[in-house]
């Protein structure tokens, strides 16, 4: 049974930082490649960042400079550290595990919320 277990969301201020963790079980996970996704009320679910399984990365626009992603693979887990922390980054954080065409998997979400 794949799960993918996301924690470390919280109520931050503005300019703060969070660090998200994302642990995995029942997947090889050293061969998948590890996303962050949010999901904002209202919007679209969007890419955040991604760790290929060889260590390479890609970020979205609003975030490059300020997040970055890492993976650990003897502990099976994904990190967000997320510095400098705007109003607009509130969302639900999403972990994902992508290997291939079909081998897709979802966590069950992390609320962040950036707010004086």
């Known amino acids: 049974q794949v799960q993918l277990v996301e924690s470390g969301g919280g109520l931050v201020q503005p300019g703060g930082s969070l660090r998200l963790s994302c642990a995995a079980s029942?997947?090889?996970?050293?061969?998948?490649?590890m996303g962050w996704y949010r999901q904002a009320p209202g919007k679209q679910r969007e890419l955040v960042a991604v760790?290929?399984?060889?260590?390479?990365?890609n970020y979205a626009d609003s975030v490059k400079g300020r997040f970055t992603i890492s993976r650990d693979n003897g502990k099976n887990t994904v990190y967000l550290q997320m510095n400098s922390l705007k109003p607009e980054d509130t969302a639900v954080y999403y972990c994902?595990?992508?290997?291939?065409?079909?081998?897709?998997?979802w966590g069950q979400g992390t609320q962040v919320t950036v707010s004086s």
């Open positions: 994902n595990a992508k290997w291939g065409v079909i081998h897709e998997h």
């Open positions: 029942g997947i090889a996970f050293s061969i998948y490649a």
């Open positions: 760790i290929t399984y060889g260590d390479g990365t």
